[in-house]
């Protein structure tokens, strides 16, 4: 197996591990990116995220897709959108090798912080998180605010 930075022409294969999370996540629907949305967004002349790639037999089995924010206490930080290995291919070392490259990549950039969201019903995923020195924190909600009520309230302003 390789561990490689994703490019350009891997976004296809990138979008049908996001839709394979989708639905592992409960949420078979919810995918509306498209692979020219990913290309173009992730390889422009400012991409908006970055990924890795992990590589099997020529076959790509897994992603993590990760971006840089802004904190106001800490400054730059990196944040891990999506970790995801094809179902068939987890317990191979991909998971944990694509998590590795992430880390390195944020300790190489000099971020103070690396941050990413799981699901509080993905147990495996917490205990490695947890085994791997990050913390889980339990006094924060995740905000969202999907299109549908951007429009309305942009509506009522």
Do not use: C
């Not at 991409?47 to 400054?75: M, Q």
């Amino acid at each position: 197996m390789l561990v490689r930075k994703g490019r350009i022409e891997d976004m296809p294969a990138v979008l049908e591990l996001i839709r394979e999370l989708a639905v592992f996540e409960k949420e078979p629907d919810a995918v509306v990116v498209t692979a020219e949305e990913l290309q173009r967004d992730g390889f422009g002349e400012s991409p908006l995220f970055y990924t890795f790639v992990a590589e099997a037999d020529g076959e790509i089995i897994g992603t993590a897709l990760f971006y840089y924010r802004y904190s106001t206490w800490k400054g730059k930080t990196v944040h891990l959108e999506d970790l995801i290995v094809r179902e068939d291919k987890r317990g191979t070392g991909a998971g944990s090798a694509l998590y590795k490259e992430v880390i390195k990549f944020a300790k190489q950039e000099g971020v103070r912080r690396a941050e990413w969201a799981v699901l509080n019903w993905n147990t495996h995923a917490i205990d490695f998180y947890e085994r791997s020195g990050a913390a889980i924190l339990q006094d924060w909600f995740t905000v969202q605010m999907n299109e549908e009520g951007i429009t309305k309230f942009t509506l009522d302003l």
